[in-house]
């Protein structure tokens, strides 16, 4: 028979970016938990959360563990008994170990011969007494960023712990935690109803919380934060400003969300939106209002966590703080208009940029010829994206920015237009930023992404010059991401690039020895070369498709896609799994770095006359087609080798006794497997169960 089983953990409030996680994690570690337990269950397992308690609610946990019946091998028959047929000390010790008699110990025999064992079966515990028993472990197994230790309590948590409810079937399930006991009492909202109410069952949990002012399942209490505010914007004709992680973060901030609305001087307006919106989310969690022409309106939303008897209090005191924000952010921005925003540029020169790399500045120069580079082969404006570099990391040394670092090339390419300069050169600091992150948007001009290409590879091979390199998770300086925004601008715009040549140029501006340089370079590659076949699996390619395809060159992503593309489609067809087993088999062969040439004279069979003849044939298209890069062209034309290829290999010995023919023939199949390795390492690709 199954029960329902409730678990609340009442904590000190959780800060929000804790609690979406913690309940995810929860419900694996149950599931992992009832498991090994042998507890069955029956629905989903379901958590919910509030900044002052985890839930996790069961409908059906079965009220009995099930049985264990199994059998241990333990060690060889030989060993644990002497020629006697008594028991030795390995036996004792076996026997021990598993709870059973030497007398009840079995023999097996296995592949390896006979050896000892011992079958233990164990009856299954109420589930209720096993709950007892693990739920303290599991409670303070739920991992969180950071936990803490509260008064004299061995344990640690996210916050203190305060009351722990535990149900199984209606009865309590006791434990204690270091003096904290569980119970079936479950409290209120601590400030509208901080009183404590007896708990049954879930459905009497989910009863008394709301009018205990407790939302708990956060899906509710976002739905009614994106009702209110989406209202109350309604009433001055406007609209929220969408913000989901606003919406996530504040959710999780408050146990009963109330929505208000209130208003700032129209004055402020003046200042830049993105200041604006910054500073209302940033340090309030204000939700910003826009018009349909999503031009800012004077009003903000707040998500208050109680319902006060009189709300305008509430409105004006959130007034009073949003009033002093706007007005610091309006001085900051006052301010910084009173120096051009190339005044500022000289002033990067006092900025550590990293230790090893020097300052700010240096690497804006740096990055000013890259830039200058890239623009004359993308054919971009090259002196508006020299102007771009130039000034792109001025805004840093503005107050707006100091205030709000998010804000690094928005402030930048609005400083711009108000310094007098060139829009497009505005647009292209602004957009050197983009993307910021996966799925953000890329920049709209070539000027912009150049600057941005600069900037970013003159970073990586920074790093890597002075040995800051990423190693498992570790990445402090974003390189990874650095990398995949790189090769994601140049897939955005189809724009051809040789990375070797853009590396190289990079290690140059670090003033590198050329042996270092060499090294720096290629280690750079190795890592680009990884960012994209992430990339490329990421899109849904095989991995072992795009590993082969990139293990030759892959010096123009763009170009390095299409061939793994090729290579993917050609995988579908009827030749791939007979001519890349043929491939496989020439190449292990053919030793490595085989030199030779095929000698006409010296091709004695049918088999080998009609491979070199249709070798020959195709030889020249392959070349051409791959130069033209048509390499789905290519392959087909490769792709018709496989019957002569197949035939070479039943009818023909490739090892002949004589040395000279024996050599013609590796030359033959060198020159073929030379040809597929124009598109790719065919060695790499792995022939699935289905291939085969």
Request: aromatic share 8%.
């Amino acid at each position: 028979m199954a029960k329902e089983f409730l678990l609340e953990i009442g904590t000190e409030e959780i800060p929000s970016r804790f609690i979406s996680p913690a309940l995810e994690k929860m419900k694996e570690l149950f599931s992992q938990l009832i498991a090994s337990g042998r507890v069955g269950s029956s629905g989903e397992i379901k958590t919910y959360g509030t900044p002052r308690r985890l839930v996790l609610h069961v409908a059906e946990l079965d009220e009995h563990q099930a049985d264990l019946s199994k059998e241990v091998l333990g060690p060889p028959k030989k060993i644990a008994f002497d020629a006697d047929g008594k028991p030795t000390k390995a036996a004792l010790v076996f026997a021990e170990k598993n709870s059973v008699t030497v007398d009840a110990l079995g023999i097996k025999a296995t592949d390896k011969g006979e050896y000892v064992v011992a079958r233990i079966d164990e009856k299954g515990g109420d589930t209720a007494a096993w709950l007892g028993q693990v739920l303290p472990g599991f409670i303070l197994s739920i991992p969180f960023p950071k936990s803490m230790r509260w008064m004299d309590k061995d344990i640690r948590f996210a916050r203190p712990i305060h009351w722990i409810l535990a149900i199984y079937g209606g009865a309590t399930v006791g434990f204690e935690m270091n003096g904290i006991k569980s119970g079936n009492v479950s409290r209120g909202h601590r400030f509208m109803s901080p009183g404590a109410f007896l708990v049954k069952d879930f459905k009497s949990y989910q009863l008394q919380a709301e009018p205990n002012f407790v939302v708990i399942d956060p899906e509710v209490r976002k739905a009614r934060i994106i009702k209110q505010v989406e209202e109350l914007a309604r009433t001055k004709k406007g609209m929220v400003l969408e913000d989901s992680g606003l919406v996530d973060e504040v959710t999780n901030l408050v146990e009963y969300p109330v929505a208000v609305m209130g208003s700032f001087s129209k004055d402020f307006l003046r200042v830049p939106k993105e200041v604006l919106i910054t500073a209302m989310r940033e340090h309030q969690r204000y939700f910003s209002v826009v018009n349909d022409q999503g031009n800012l309106l004077p009003y903000f939303i707040t998500i208050s966590n109680t319902r006060a008897e009189d709300m305008a209090v509430v409105q004006a005191g959130n007034e009073r703080v949003l009033t002093a924000r706007m007005s610091d952010a309006a001085y900051f921005f006052d301010h910084d208009l009173k120096v051009p925003l190339a005044a500022r540029v000289e002033g990067l020169k006092k900025v550590t940029y990293q230790e090893k790399l020097g300052s700010v500045y240096d690497k804006t120069e740096r990055v000013k010829k890259l830039t200058g580079h890239l623009a004359s082969i993308m054919q971009a404006d090259v002196r508006t994206a020299e102007r771009a570099a130039y000034l792109a990391k001025a805004d840093l040394l503005s107050g707006v920015v100091g205030e709000f670092p998010k804000l690094q090339g928005v402030m930048g390419g609005k400083y711009a237009i108000l310094s007098g300069e060139d829009p497009r050169v505005a647009a292209a600091i602004t957009e050197h930023y983009l993307p910021r992150f996966a799925g953000d948007a890329l920049p709209g001009s070539l000027e912009g992404v150049c600057v941005g290409i600069a900037d970013r590879i003159d970073t990586i091979t920074g790093c890597f010059a002075v040995g800051l390199v990423p190693s498992g998770s570790e990445d402090p300086y974003g390189l990874r991401r650095q990398s995949v925004a790189i090769l994601s601008m140049l897939f955005d715009r189809g724009l051809h690039l040789s990375l070797a040549s853009l590396v190289a140029e990079a290690c140059k501006g670090h003033g590198l020895k050329k042996a270092d340089q060499a090294k720096v370079a290629s280690a750079v590659l190795d890592f680009l070369r990884q960012r994209l076949a992430g990339l490329l699996t990421t899109e849904g390619l095989r991995s072992d498709v795009v590993d082969a395809a990139l293990a030759g060159t892959f010096d123009d992503p763009l170009i390095a896609k299409e061939r793994v593309r090729a290579l993917d489609a050609w995988r579908t067809s009827a030749d791939f799994r007979p001519l890349v087993t043929a491939l496989k088999r020439a190449g292990n062969i053919v030793p490595k770095d085989f030199a030779g040439s095929v000698k006409k004279g010296l091709l004695k069979e049918e088999a080998e006359k009609d491979l070199f003849t249709a070798y020959t044939d195709i030889k020249d298209r392959v070349k051409e087609k791959t130069a033209k890069l048509d390499f789905r062209g290519a392959l087909a034309d490769i792709a018709s080798l496989r019957n002569p290829v197949d035939a070479f290999f039943d009818k023909v010995m490739v090892m002949d006794k004589d040395a000279e023919v024996k050599q013609n023939r590796l030359a033959l199949l060198a020159g073929i497997t030379g040809l597929f390795s124009m598109i790719a390492d065919f060695s790499r690709l792995v022939l699935s169960i289905e291939e085969k």
